[in-house]
């Protein structure tokens, strides 16, 4: 049993395509799909943020400013799942020469921004609509508004994180 | 770099000089004042009848500032633009002249013109809107050519106007023959999706004939009232909207005029906003018969200055200063050195202080540059802000707050330029291609090789280790001066043992100083002694045991998932260089499209890329540093709830003070 187990890890390993698509192919699924876990999320999120913020914009056009950087918040997770994308080549160079097996591993490895990315930046957002709520009746707290949805992008950022650190372990 | 000791106050003078006094004080700025409680001898006082007077007064004079501001910021020939909405004029003014600042306008007069004006700009705004509705009621019959007046029924028949949808005329059609078939149809026009049409009928049929429209979706509508063809009435139409313009363009050229009072009103608003505020407080006072009193907190800074112009009101006010008592609450009033007072806002951001509490805006004002530093890290980017905020911090008109904030963010930026130089960050441009002498000055490329980004992640940890421990170093301090030194030694000193102590043996032992047990023995004489101490408050011994247990995982998995949460600072820093390596790339690719074409593309491409990279990074760059400090590092130690120090004084965020000519 362990024998055959073994014996399929290895052909895994060295096999040139798996799933029936090869390394290069896996690496830059993985890529692509952290930028779209990332990428729609923060669309999603900051579509929330502006359906409150623009009723806001209609009554009182002056909190434009403590609006905007509230709105724009959920806009990180994109960029995480961006970098994400952008680190793929960069540190598995060059692509085209990568194995099977690495592919995968690169594949996992971004399924954290993928999909942490997608849900933080939709939560995101509608934390980041109540903040705009908040400003919209207090102006001078737009500070502590800005905060409380920072809270939520912890765990995209420890995402990131997780997945730069899985890259370091496949390179 | 301290909460800045302040003197009880109370001022008590003979009713008459109250005002005087009050006045006094509001020019000066320096005197917070709290409500005085009733007692035997003094009641809170009443604002007397004049006062009340005044109050509703002001408030009825702001309501017409209101309204003017209002009326001439609508009705601007030219609108406000981007920026104009962001920053709000600022009006620099001594408080001599902010007092006088009513005597430059006639509000009167000015609020008797702006409200005829209105008038004649509503009655045009209603007939340019009932012609503009007649005119387009009147479009859908132009094809009938004849007087809408003469379209009307007999006595035994009547006519109607209808508009049925198009996709439902021939069914329509067809259904109106067949149910009521005494009755005749005339299609006069097609305008969108409506068929506009006549329908003649006998008076009797008139209710099967509206059964049949609302079962098709169709609707009668009322014919315009006039004696004249369509087509003519419409271009009678035009030509009364063509009379109209000139009319509101004279309105409008009248209200133009009226637009060089607008920065007199909004300083006269601010003004009777002060004085509002001035009787506000006055319910504050306490009162004898004859007397007046005022309590409040004046800072040591605060009070040579107050107590000279004081007595120079009258000899007859007495003065008493008093050191803040047990039971008192005095506000708080932070005094840091020059360079970290811009950093106080963002610590009052979170909530001032409590006043027993250490003033940990210095610690807060290099972690929060440091950090900020670390998320932009790039020497281009760097420079690009430092220069930026100097010049908005010289250019623009902003308040103080404001001004604060960008000194803040330009020490950060300044950090971002060390830790650019440290990471090899130029502009995002790849290192490889960087001048040996930029290469040369990097000590850490964090995608340089898997060790190096470890390595990096492991600053940020270490980075975090410090903070988190400054700020346990404030909490012992804090237990030490209250006469709590068991709770210091234990719950601080054995955070210090484990993570100070444990550290350095692990460095000692990882270059062989010391061997391995030793450090496990530093560790685990932390651990155990938490264990056991940590849940000393419990009453039963199975409590003890099973909160010091408790306490011991809270603070070290807490210490531990905390530090991690520092590595943000990597990643935020690693979006910086990333971003901006991807514009170079993308600029590279389009450079060989065309000499000259080529060269612009990339110049663009450069220019908005990295612009938006800077904006996107510093919204990162403040909000997660300002959260490490507000979660990470005020949770180790910082207990907010002081009252902030507000003395009664002009608090506008438009009208500047200039405080040496007002003092």
Redesign the interface.
Same mark, same amino acid.
């Given at each position: 049993m362990v024998g055959a187990l073994a014996a399929v890890a290895k052909s895994v390993t060295s096999a040139a395509t798996w799933g029936g698509m090869t390394g290069y192919q896996w690496a830059i699924l993985g890529g692509a799909l952290a930028f779209i876990g990332g990428g729609m999320g923060s669309s999603i999120g900051i579509t929330y943020a502006n359906h409150v913020a623009s009723g806001i914009l209609v009554e009182d056009p002056d909190k434009f400013g403590p609006l905007l950087p509230i709105i724009a918040i959920p806009g990180t997770q994109g960029i995480y799942g961006f970098i994400t994308a952008i680190l793929v080549p960069i540190l598995f160079s060059p692509l085209t020469k990568i194995t099977a097996h690495k592919g995968m591993l690169v594949f996992f490895s971004c399924l954290p921004v993928a999909f942490v990315c997608f849900l933080s930046a939709i939560y995101q957002g509608l934390s980041s609509a109540s903040s705009a709520a908040m400003v919209a009746r207090r102006t001078e707290e737009a500070g502590k508004a800005l905060i409380l949805p920072a809270l939520v992008e912890t765990y995209a950022v420890l995402s990131l994180i997780l997945t730069i650190y899985l890259f370091t372990q496949i390179r | 770099m301290a909460i800045e000791p302040v003197k009880k106050t109370t001022v008590i003078v003979h009713r008459s000089l109250q005002d005087e006094v009050v006045n006094e004080l509001q020019k000066l700025g320096t005197v917070h004042v709290d409500p005085v409680e009733d007692n035997d001898y003094i009641t809170a006082k009443q604002l007397a009848p004049e006062e009340t007077h005044a109050l509703r007064e002001y408030v009825f004079r702001i309501s017409e500032v209101d309204f003017l501001l209002g009326f001439l910021k609508e009705n601007r020939r030219e609108k406000a633009g981007f920026f104009k #909405? &962001?920053i709000?004029d600022k009006y620099p003014m001594t408080i001599d002249e902010f007092m006088r600042a009513e005597e430059h306008l006639d509000i009167k007069n000015l609020y008797a013109d702006c409200s005829g004006l209105e008038r004649r700009l509503i009655v045009i705004r209603d007939k340019k809107a009932r012609l503009e509705q007649e005119k387009e009621a009147l479009g859908n019959w132009t094809e009938l050519g004849m007087p809408l007046s003469e379209v009307r029924g007999g006595d035994s028949f009547g006519v109607m106007a209808a508009r049925v949808a198009i996709s439902e005329m021939s069914a329509f059609d067809d259904e109106l023959n067949a149910e009521v078939p005494e009755t005749a149809l005339e299609k006069v026009s097609r305008r969108g999706a409506w068929t506009y049409c006549l329908i003649m009928l006998l008076q009797e049929t008139e209710e099967k004939v509206t059964v049949v429209l609302s079962r098709h979706g169709a609707e009668q509508v009322a014919l315009p009232e006039t004696t004249e063809e369509p087509l003519a009435r419409i271009q009678q139409i035009e030509g009364e909207l063509a009379a109209l313009e000139p009319e509101r363009e004279e309105v409008l050229g009248l209200v133009e005029e009226k637009q060089t009072a607008v920065p007199a009103l909004n300083v006269v608003r601010e003004f009777y906003e002060s004085q509002r505020q001035k009787i506000d407080t006055m319910t504050s006072f306490g009162v004898t018969e004859s007397t007046v009193a005022i309590e409040g907190w004046v800072t040591e800074r605060g009070l040579p200055r107050t107590v000279e112009r004081l007595n120079q009101v009258s000899d007859e006010l007495a003065l008493e200063l008093a050191d803040p008592g047990e039971d008192d609450d005095p506000p708080v009033s932070l005094i840091n050195h020059k360079w970290i007072r811009p950093f106080e806002m963002?610590v009052k &951001? /979170?909530g001032p202080p409590n006043r027993l509490e250490y003033d940990p805006t210095w610690l807060f004002a290099i972690s929060f540059m440091v950090f900020f530093g670390f998320c932009i890290g790039d020497v281009g980017y760097g420079i690009v802000l430092v220069v930026a905020f100097l010049l908005m911090r010289k250019y623009l008109p902003f308040g103080r707050k404001v001004k604060d904030l960008l000194t803040a963010l330009t020490y950060g930026s300044a950090m971002a330029i060390v830790f650019g130089v440290l990471t090899a960050s130029w502009f995002g441009i790849e290192t490889k291609e960087l001048p040996q002498a930029m290469r040369s000055m990097a000590v850490l490329d964090p =995608?340089k090789?898997?060790q190096s #980004?470890?390595i990096v &992640?492991g600053v940020c940890i270490a980075m975090g280790l410090v903070h988190m421990l400054s700020g346990v170093g404030v909490e012992l301090r804090d237990n030490w001066r209250a006469g709590n030194k068991v709770d210091a030694l234990i719950d601080q000193g054995l955070v210090f043992l484990l993570f100070v102590g444990g550290g350095i043996a692990g460095v000692l032992v990882a270059i062989k100083v010391l061997p391995m047990p030793v450090a496990m023995g530093v560790a685990g004489a932390a651990i155990l002694g938490m264990l056991v101490l940590l849940g000393r408050g419990a009453a039963s011994v199975p409590g003890k045991i099973i909160t010091g247990v408790y306490e011991t995982y809270g603070t070290v998995v807490g210490f531990v998932s905390d530090a991690?949460?520092y %590595?943000?600072l +990597?990643?935020?820093g =690693?979006?910086t260089f %990333?971003?901006g +390596?991807?514009i170079n790339t993308m600029a590279g690719l389009v450079q060989g499209i065309g000499p000259v074409i080529g060269i612009l593309l990339m110049i663009l491409i450069l220019v908005v890329g990295h612009t938006f990279n800077v904006l996107?990074n510093l =919204?990162?760059a /403040?909000?997660?540093p =300002?959260?490490l400090e +507000?979660?990470e590092f005020f949770g180790k130690f910082y207990d907010d709830g002081g009252r902030d120090f507000k003395p009664l004084g002009i608090d506008s965020k438009i009208v500047m003070i200039d405080e040496k000519e007002g003092a």
């Open positions: - | #909405t &962001m709000k963002l &951001m /979170f =995608l090789s898997s #980004t470890l &992640m991690i949460s %590595i943000r +990597f990643a935020l =690693l979006a %990333i971003i +390596f991807v996107i =919204l990162g /403040f909000v997660h =300002l959260r +507000f979660v």
